[in-house]
């Protein structure tokens, strides 16, 4: 199953110049894609882990603590599972050999990899088993996390927090509490050919916007993707979202006082367009969100009439002494999408 990930059309090129028997200190690895680049170039050494060579590591911190900006840490199968929490706070690539077999093991404490570095790579790990995060990414920018399999974490499978102009690309994301997770301003960052499925929810923007979210199979979660809490201009195209309860939830913060409170400006601006939902208990509704545009999408079935989106306003408010919060759910005008698409887009 896994395999047919790396299947998937799209224009995505990773260039490694092998000199010896892998790399060498003269290595350089571009990460390119069509109107979204970053190209990490190595100007250092190679660090080994694992393996049967004379010099290598045996744990994966210990190459990254001598490892300066630009080397590689290289990482062997051999080796796995690597049973480590795993800090990198310096711009390096960060290279699995394998996968499917080159595991890194949080042992459900702390995250399984933490980064407060801008340029950090990531390539070729099975990462599970995080208490916190598979990975965590905390205010850093131009990251690149592609081609591994992300299981098995608490919380979240991959958390970004005031962080930006990431890419995180052709992943395989399972069985987490939440697949991704992104918060407190994480903004333009880009999410495609991930496959994430049986979460509780597959992408989570909370406060980010101004992401891109293209050619995603988001399947079997809760909410397949949900927006909440001022998370605006965000594009949501391409992707296929399938048998999860929710396809998709945009949504706002509330906070209860003596008097009534209404939020309307929660999820707004986002567009959501050419969107195969399919199979799902719900394919999209809407709580205190306004000015989203919804366009093309197919909706389980040819249709030739507008496709109407439901919601609700919620409102809710202190009453008594001790204060007990009273919700009151209105049933709010429904939203269109005019032109639903009348077969599925090849995604």
Known sequence: ??????????????????????????????????????????????????????????????????????????????????????????????????????????N??????????????????SIKHGNLSGIKIWRSKYCV?????????????????????????????????????????SNFNVFEGNEIKSNNNGIYLEDSSENILTANEISNNEYGIKLYSRSRKNLIELNSISNNSIGIFLGGTIYPTFAFNILLDGSIHNKITKNNFIENVQDAYFQNSRRNRWWRNYWNESKILPKLIFGELFICRLQGIPPTAIEHHIPWIPRLDLRPALKPFSI
């Not at 300066?68 to 990482?75: A, E, K, S, W």
């Not at 995250?111 to 790990?125: A, E, K, L, P, W």
């Open 1 to 106: 199953m896994y395999k047919s990930l790396f299947r998937k059309e799209f224009i995505f090129y990773i260039i490694v110049i092998l000199i010896g028997t892998v790399f060498t200190s003269s290595s350089i690895a571009i990460v390119e894609k069509q109107n979204y680049s970053l190209s990490i170039y190595p100007n250092g050494k190679t660090f080994y882990v694992g393996g049967s060579g004379p010099d290598n590591y045996t744990r994966i911190q210990e190459a990254i603590d001598d490892a300066t900006d630009g080397d590689i840490v290289f990482v062997y199968t051999e080796s796995s599972p690597y049973y480590e929490n795993i800090v990198i706070d310096k711009s390096i690539l960060l290279i699995g050999e394998n996968p499917s077999d080159t595991i890194i093991d949080g």
């Open 108 to 125: 459900f404490s702390d995250c399984t990899i933490y980064i407060n570095s801008s340029d950090v790579f990531i390539f070729g790990f």
């Open 145 to 185: 996390i592609t081609n591994n399999i992300i299981q098995n974490n608490k919380r979240y499978g991959i958390s970004l927090i005031e962080s930006c102009n990431n890419s995180i690309e052709v992943n395989y994301i399972k069985y987490n509490d939440n697949g991704i997770k992104l918060s407190s301003k």
